[in-house]
């Protein structure tokens, strides 16, 4: 073989390994974000199957109606404070080993329903899931900036969007095809899983960089860049690190109090947040399958329909990564509220058949139908939509803070929207509450008009620009 054939052979071979390598690396760091992403599905949705069938006769665990709203309603109790802890921990220990300690109070709270043999295990479990939670959602995205190529970001962006329903397909089968124990199972050997993953990836360069091992960081952006411009991208995290990085926290909040654009993009994100809750979703999620039994729905069993619902939020999900950047967040936003206000309307006029008692016989698609039309619309826009808005309204170097302002408000309404639902059917009953819900998600409607901002395709300064002028 010439020496000419052999450079050609060589540097296919090389070629070639690269390409394994890169496609490794990116479906390593894939599976792993997408499995910490699912279970946010599972322990949003875990509720709906379970708290059906606790309220069985044969249940081994008996569940009061006050109970069963405790059990729900604890998950975002102490999500709040998750929301805090998770960016301190990135701050000082790195957005990898932050991502390990966010997995522990996950496979404790799972490990705490295996054991379960009374109500107070599930308040337990359901709080430290509440803490991980909270962490996950103000850490996971922090990690992806810091150790995703470009190439691959968008990909890694899309899971945020597709793992949730992935998550709650898991739980709505598990849950009506398991007991509740040999689900717990099921989950915590996913923790565990996740757990050894993110223990087998490399710490991102930036906390290396921050602890002033240079070497070690590089050798993390070639792990994560497989030798694609590895020099460029340590200067320019060295450079990130030593300007925006330095920030103390306070003084990132301080930014906030003196800074109109931040104040106006505050606002924004807090009602985005606010909005995604009073629409009823979180109820939606947790009190699915109870609600098809309340309708008395017959057409086929409620725990396999939540399934079926399930699958094809996860298809409105992934239509939607395609959708934001075509038709803009405001349009999004504006069809998704529409669809939601609808299939509200659709749910009360059901259970205003049934306190009227009117047949509802030829009725029995109404519930279905519309719990369906309301998890696509709220999958296609008004999840995707303020985490969008939230990676993009904010400036690089204050966007941990303003994650963990979204994950507070996002818990806090969370817990509020939950806690106040089986009150609120005792005092009226579904076709009041329903009808709450639809008057509030219609209030979206004009804020999507007149008052968001539209960021598709602008660049940072243009938004910023735009918040100060508004």
């Given at each position: 073989?010439?020496?000419?054939?052999?450079?050609?052979?060589?540097?296919?071979?090389?070629?070639?390994?690269?390409?394994?390598?890169?496609?490794?690396?990116?479906?390593?760091?894939?599976?792993?974000?997408?499995?910490?992403?699912?279970?946010?599905?599972?322990?949003?949705?875990?509720?709906?199957?379970?708290?059906?069938?606790?309220?069985?006769?044969?249940?081994?665990?008996?569940?009061?109606?006050?109970?069963?709203?405790?059990?729900?309603?604890?998950?975002?109790?102490?999500?709040?404070?998750?929301?805090?802890?998770?960016?301190?921990?990135?701050?000082?220990?790195?957005?990898?080993?932050?991502?390990?300690?966010?997995?522990?109070?996950?496979?404790?709270?799972?490990?705490?329903?295996?054991?379960?043999?009374?109500?107070?295990?599930?308040?337990?479990?359901?709080?430290?899931?509440?803490?991980?939670?909270?962490?996950?959602?103000?850490?996971?995205?922090?990690?992806?900036?810091?150790?995703?190529?470009?190439?691959?970001?968008?990909?890694?962006?899309?899971?945020?969007?597709?793992?949730?329903?992935?998550?709650?397909?898991?739980?709505?089968?598990?849950?009506?095809?398991?007991?509740?124990?040999?689900?717990?199972?099921?989950?915590?050997?996913?923790?565990?899983?996740?757990?050894?993953?993110?223990?087998?990836?490399?710490?991102?360069?930036?906390?290396?960089?921050?602890?002033?091992?240079?070497?070690?960081?590089?050798?993390?952006?070639?792990?994560?860049?497989?030798?694609?411009?590895?020099?460029?991208?340590l200067v320019a995290v060295i450079k990130?690190?030593?300007?925006?990085?330095?920030?103390?926290?306070?003084?990132?909040?301080?930014?906030?109090?003196?800074?109109?654009?931040?104040?106006?993009?505050?606002?924004?994100?807090?009602?985005?947040?606010?909005?995604?809750?009073?629409?009823?979703?979180?109820?939606?999620?947790?009190?699915?399958?109870?609600?098809?039994?309340?309708?008395?729905?017959?057409?086929?069993?409620?725990?396999?329909?939540?399934?079926?619902?399930?699958?094809?939020?996860?298809?409105?999900?992934?239509?939607?990564?395609?959708?934001?950047?075509?038709?803009?967040?405001?349009f999004l936003l504006l069809v998704s509220?529409?669809?939601?206000?609808?299939?509200?309307?659709?749910?009360?006029?059901?259970?205003?058949?049934?306190?009227?008692?009117?047949?509802?016989?030829?009725?029995?698609?109404?519930?279905?139908?519309?719990?369906?039309?309301?998890?696509?619309?709220?999958?296609?826009?008004?999840?995707?939509?303020?985490?969008?808005?939230?990676?993009?309204?904010?400036?690089?170097?204050?966007?941990?803070?303003?994650?963990?302002?979204?994950?507070?408000?996002?818990?806090?309404?969370?817990?509020?929207?939950?806690?106040?639902?089986?009150?609120?059917?005792?005092?009226?009953?579904?076709?009041?509450?329903?009808?709450?819900?639809?008057?509030?998600?219609?209030?979206?409607?004009?804020?999507?008009?007149?008052?968001?901002?539209?960021?598709?395709?602008?660049?940072?300064?243009?938004?910023?620009?735009?918040?100060?002028?508004?």
């Amino acid at each position: 073989m010439d020496r000419r054939c052999w450079r050609y052979v060589s540097s296919n071979f090389y070629q070639t390994i690269v390409r394994y390598n890169n496609s490794l690396v990116r479906h390593c760091i894939m599976c792993a974000v997408n499995l910490l992403l699912i279970h946010i599905g599972v322990m949003g949705a875990w509720t709906s199957p379970t708290l059906a069938k606790l309220a069985e006769s044969d249940s081994p665990i008996k569940l009061s109606a006050e109970q069963a709203s405790w059990v729900a309603s604890f998950l975002n109790l102490t999500r709040c404070f998750g929301g805090i802890i998770g960016p301190v921990c990135v701050n000082y220990l790195g957005s990898k080993k932050s991502i390990l300690i966010t997995l522990c109070p996950i496979l404790l709270g799972w490990l705490l329903i295996t054991l379960s043999d009374s109500f107070v295990w599930l308040y337990f479990s359901r709080l430290f899931s509440g803490l991980g939670l909270g962490m996950t959602f103000s850490v996971f995205p922090l990690y992806i900036g810091e150790v995703s190529m470009p190439s691959i970001r968008g990909a890694l962006i899309s899971l945020a969007t597709v793992g949730a329903p992935v998550g709650q397909i898991l739980a709505t089968l598990c849950g009506s095809q398991l007991s509740v124990n040999e689900a717990a199972y099921v989950y915590l050997f996913l923790a565990i899983v996740t757990i050894a993953l993110f223990f087998w990836l490399p710490e991102s360069p930036h906390h290396l960089v921050k602890m002033k091992k240079h070497d070690a960081a590089r050798e993390s952006i070639q792990w994560y860049r497989r030798g694609q411009g590895v020099d460029d991208e340590l200067v320019a995290v060295i450079k990130f690190v030593t300007t925006d990085g330095d920030l103390t926290f306070k003084e990132k909040l301080q930014r906030f109090k003196t800074s109109k654009p931040l104040q106006r993009a505050t606002a924004h994100i807090m009602a985005l947040y606010t909005f995604v809750l009073i629409s009823g979703s979180n109820v939606m999620m947790m009190y699915m399958e109870p609600i098809l039994r309340d309708a008395n729905f017959n057409l086929t069993d409620p725990s396999l329909f939540t399934v079926y619902i399930n699958v094809i939020a996860t298809v409105a999900a992934i239509g939607s990564i395609f959708l934001i950047d075509r038709c803009g967040r405001k349009f999004l936003l504006l069809v998704s509220s529409i669809g939601l206000s609808i299939s509200l309307l659709g749910v009360m006029t059901f259970f205003i058949l049934v306190d009227l008692n009117v047949d509802t016989v030829q009725w029995q698609w109404l519930p279905g139908v519309s719990l369906l039309i309301y998890m696509v619309s709220f999958f296609i826009g008004l999840l995707p939509v303020p985490n969008a808005i939230l990676s993009e309204i904010f400036p690089a170097n204050v966007r941990s803070v303003a994650s963990c302002i979204a994950v507070l408000t996002a818990a806090f309404m969370s817990f509020v929207s939950i806690k106040s639902y089986q009150p609120m059917i005792d005092a009226m009953g579904h076709s009041y509450v329903f009808l709450f819900y639809a008057i509030c998600t219609v209030a979206i409607i004009p804020y999507s008009i007149f008052l968001l901002p539209e960021t598709k395709g602008k660049s940072l300064q243009q938004i910023q620009d735009e918040l100060m002028t508004h």
